[in-house]
């Protein structure tokens, strides 16, 4: 695990000036490359951020207030204010490490320990052990302040189909978590695949780390498709996952479906699929709620689209 090597925004007028650029690149690469702005369509690019970052792919996405976290694989943080479009500032997880996908992030309920701006954020290793890391974050940084992992039986968690976790969902109404692992892959996309949607409580920040075992699983269901899964939220006790891949270059076949799938919790059951595989190219990766919109991030070119009709 690296320590946090934080770039404060004190590295000036440049660095500001060439993430405005990077972001009005992204307005032009992300128009040439999807069509879901026209009228009618499902989603419509709401902010213009740019997706690889650092050569990294766009990976999570929280919201607090009018504040976007964008998080890139291995850890990488940035920050957008979402009134402005404006680039605030971009550092690194002190849970860096080439592991850290960073797959799914969401905002938690309880504010960490001198942290009164933004609550604790949890962060989706997806690689590796799989773990969630809770993070303080503020502008100029962030701090690991809690590991969550699951084990079965007292040992280590295999990778792939043995293990419970890969992305990790906090439900702040119900103050609960969720996560959730493929236990059955698909060949090619063709066949659907096996999700595992698993819930515990969600631990107070002054337990510590915590490891989870089945004994302390309250519910446990699966869920089916085809579509390759990435982050999501809850809200109003339902999941939103967008999933999928980019649309292939230079080929007629796009087996890489995007959408977005609304899973009930309480009915333990997808509730709706929202096909978006004719109005975008992009990778979708993950999605959060900026008042009463959801806004999902896709990955290559970027941008943050406006879900509608959920």
């Given at each position: 695990m690296k320590s946090n090597k934080t770039n404060t925004h004190s590295r000036g007028a440049a660095a500001f000036l060439a993430a405005r650029a990077l972001a009005a690149a992204s307005v032009l690469a992300t128009a040439a490359t999807a069509t879901a702005a026209a009228a009618g369509a499902p989603l419509t690019l709401e902010h213009p951020f740019v997706g690889t970052y650092k050569r990294e792919a766009q990976q999570g996405m929280a919201i607090h207030k009018d504040t976007a976290f964008l998080f890139n694989n291995t850890g990488i943080v940035r920050m957008y204010n979402l009134k402005t479009n404006e680039f605030i500032n971009d550092y690194l997880l002190d849970s860096t490490a080439p592991e850290n996908h960073a797959n799914c992030a969401n905002f938690g309920v309880e504010f960490p320990e001198g942290n009164s701006a933004y609550p604790a954020l949890y962060v989706s290793e997806c690689y590796g052990q799989r773990r969630c890391f809770v993070q303080s974050v503020s502008a100029a940084g962030a701090k690991l302040i809690q590991t969550l992992k699951v084990r079965r039986d007292g040992k280590s968690m295999e990778p792939l189909t043995a293990d419970y976790s890969f992305d990790w969902y906090v439900d702040k109404e119900g103050k609960f978590l969720y996560f959730a692992a493929i236990t059955r892959d698909a060949k090619n996309r063709?066949?659907?695949?096996?999700?595992?949607?698993?819930?515990?409580?969600?631990?107070?920040?002054?337990?510590?780390?915590?490891?989870f075992t089945e004994k302390d699983f309250l519910d446990q269901f699966t869920i089916r498709f085809r579509h390759l899964s990435q982050g999501g939220v809850i809200r109003g006790g339902r999941l939103y996952m967008p999933v999928g891949c980019l649309k292939p270059a230079g080929t007629k076949k796009d087996p890489a479906d995007r959408a977005l799938i609304?899973?009930?919790?309480?009915?333990?059951?997808?509730?709706?699929?929202?096909?978006?595989?004719?109005?975008?190219?992009?990778?979708?990766?993950?999605?959060?709620?900026?008042?009463?919109?959801?806004?999902?991030?896709?990955?290559?070119?970027?941008?943050?689209?406006?879900?509608?009709?959920?």
């Open positions: 063709v066949d659907d695949s096996d999700y595992l949607i698993t819930k515990v409580r969600l631990p107070a920040l002054s337990e510590g780390d915590v490891t609304v899973v009930d919790l309480g009915k333990r059951q997808i509730e709706k699929i929202m096909d978006f595989s004719k109005d975008l190219t992009l990778e979708p990766e993950d999605a959060d709620f900026h008042g009463d919109k959801l806004l999902m991030v896709c990955g290559q070119a970027g941008g943050l689209w406006h879900i509608k009709g959920i």
